[in-house]
């Protein structure tokens, strides 16, 4: 199985869907408020495209987030998401990495298709100076406090030109946000050096706990940067890391979370969207997860 984190870090191939405007904020969080990054279920997706949209369909999900398109043009995947009764809200599809020419051929692509949503899932390895050492270029390896600003300023050249085409750009964080240099903590500096009238966010609240960090905090400094959000389970007693070595997963509701602390505090700062991310399921078993987390979120 590829590493997610290896694969963020390494591939600029895009990821598009077909989409449908941004929800509204909501006086509470309806059913079709939670989604999937279908990420959790890449190998499926690459064996049965439709076939595993439909079973999403089935569990009562109605958007979608991608994060690799599986040579599909757009028009395929607006008939799949059409056939299947889906809409996706985006895709991790940038990287600070990219070239002006790729990230303006995935703008324009996902323009073509009506995306709201174009999200950068990691950071990227400032590029070296000439003669300079390159490292492996992976952020789970490896990465510099200056590497952050790097990415920061990329993130807010990519992010205006997202806003000129309509749509809106979103970093997405992991673990490594939470490591800290000397005083300075990576997340502080990003959410320091975007601009807000083109960068938003996409809390993973999972992936920042397994860091070490603490996500309310940052919900009440910044209630107005966070517009989607991802949420996983971790079983309780993990030991916090910033590797690419993650704690052990649980099922929605067994673990460490306080979910009605939690969602309760999303929806206040405004969080429009939210998505499973369940990763670690047993391969040919991935649905099953992704449906017990809707089921219970659906409940909380």
Known sequence: MISRRNFLATSTAAAFAMAS???????????????????????????????????VAA???????????FKRTAKEV?????SAGLTASGAHCLQASMSDDEVHRTIDFCHEVGMPWMIAAVPSIKPAASGAKAGSGNPFDHIDLEDWRWSADRFNTIGAR????????????????????????AFDEILRLTDPAVVD?????????????????????????????????????????????????????QGS???KKLLGALKKVGVQEIFIEQDGTAAGDEIAPVRQAYQFLTRV
Do not use: C
């Open 21 to 55: 405007s941004p929800l509204s904020r909501a006086a509470a969080y309806a059913p079709n408020s939670f989604g999937v990054q279908l990420w959790v279920l890449r190998e499926l997706m690459a064996k049965d495209f439709d076939g595993t949209l439909a079973k």
């Open 257 to 259: 979370t306080d979910w």
């Open 78 to 82: 607006r008939t799949s998401l059409s």
């Open 162 to 185: 997202v806003r000129e085409a309509g749509m809106r750009f979103a970093y997405h964080n992991h673990n490594i946000e939470a490591q800290k240099y000397g005083d300075i903590v």
């Open 201 to 253: 966010n996409e809390f993973d609240v999972g992936n920042f706990i397994a860091g070490g960090g603490d996500p309310y905090p940052y919900l009440e400094k910044y209630p107005h940067r966070f517009k989607l959000a991802h949420v996983k389970e971790w079983a309780a007693g993990f030991t916090p890391t910033i590797t690419g070595n993650f704690p052990k997963y649980a099922s929605f509701g």
């Open 59 to 69: 569990i009562g999900i109605k958007r979608v987030e991608f994060a690799g398109f």
